[in-house]
């Protein structure tokens, strides 16, 4: 099976588990546990496996920033 172009993409895009989406937020994977509980962090979840997307997260600190500015 051939893979596509967007394929790829979305495996880049993707960040696997809390230290993958600590890494990127530059957090601790406890930090991270506590915001996805609290329902702070946009992700999602296969199973029990935790999951977000880089350009999920850009937008949404993006968002957050646009907040934070126009308040």
């Not at 960040?15 to 600590?22: H, I, P, S, T, V």
């Amino acid at each position: 099976m051939q893979k596509s172009a967007n394929d790829n993409n979305l495996a880049d895009d993707v960040l696997e588990g809390a230290a993958e989406m600590a890494a990127f937020l530059k957090l601790n994977s406890r930090q991270v546990y506590t915001a996805v509980a609290a329902g702070h962090l946009p992700h999602y979840r296969i199973g029990s496996n935790l999951f977000a997307r880089k350009s999920t997260l850009l937008a949404w600190i993006a968002s957050q920033e646009e907040a934070r500015t126009a308040a």
